[in-house]
């Protein structure tokens, strides 16, 4: 298992489409998954301090747990399967370990909250991990949160890519490749002032 950590949750201005980018840690590999809208709110909104007026999904599930005597131990992206990702939430009920069944925005969301480790797969990363040059000016303070994308998405190698070069073969990663592609913005003003 890869330890990750959330470093930007993205728009893309073309699509509107959120993406969240798990880093791996002590690493230079980015991990793109997709996800809802309100998820991602919720998970910007924690990584910057922002209290909601009134109790979110995720706070209730903390404090439930809380009450029942349980904890997260941590989150893991755990499959890849035509090309949905699927996750496991890990939890401790006075010495007893579960695992439950979760959406990957979901259990991110609880474990911003809880301040526990996300992990994943070595398969999954090294399936769909990407290389990219991150712009710490996206975020206006430098922390991770929801930030729109106008950025150069060229220089972005996956991980597949350079394994199929390094074989002869040719590997693509399909939506995810083709997302992360699509962040590239070069033509956006010349559609304006057309």
Request: hydrophobic share 40%; no cysteine.
């Amino acid at each position: 298992m890869i330890e990750t950590t959330v470093e930007s949750i993205r728009v893309s201005l073309v699509t509107q489409n959120r993406v969240v980018i798990l880093r791996e840690v002590g690493g230079d590999r980015h991990l793109p998954i997709w996800i809802g809208g309100y998820e991602a709110e919720a998970i910007a909104m924690e990584l910057q301090g922002i209290a909601p007026t009134r109790p979110l999904p995720y706070d209730i599930m903390k404090s439930m747990l809380g009450e029942l005597g349980g904890t997260v131990e941590q989150i893991t992206i755990t499959d890849l399967t035509d090309q949905v990702f699927f996750a496991r939430i890990l939890l401790d009920q006075n010495g007893r370990s579960i695992e439950i069944d979760a959406r990957p925005s979901d259990a991110i969301a609880l474990a911003v909250r809880s301040g526990v480790k996300i992990m994943v797969d070595d398969a999954i990363m090294d399936q769909v991990g990407v290389a990219m040059d991150v712009d710490d000016s996206d975020a206006a303070d430098g922390s991770p949160g929801l930030v729109t994308s106008g950025d150069d998405a060229s220089g972005i190698t996956t991980a597949g890519e350079r394994d199929a070069a390094s074989r002869g073969k040719d590997e693509g990663l399909s939506v995810f490749r083709d997302f992360i592609n699509s962040l590239d913005l070069d033509d956006f003003g010349k559609k304006r002032s057309g």
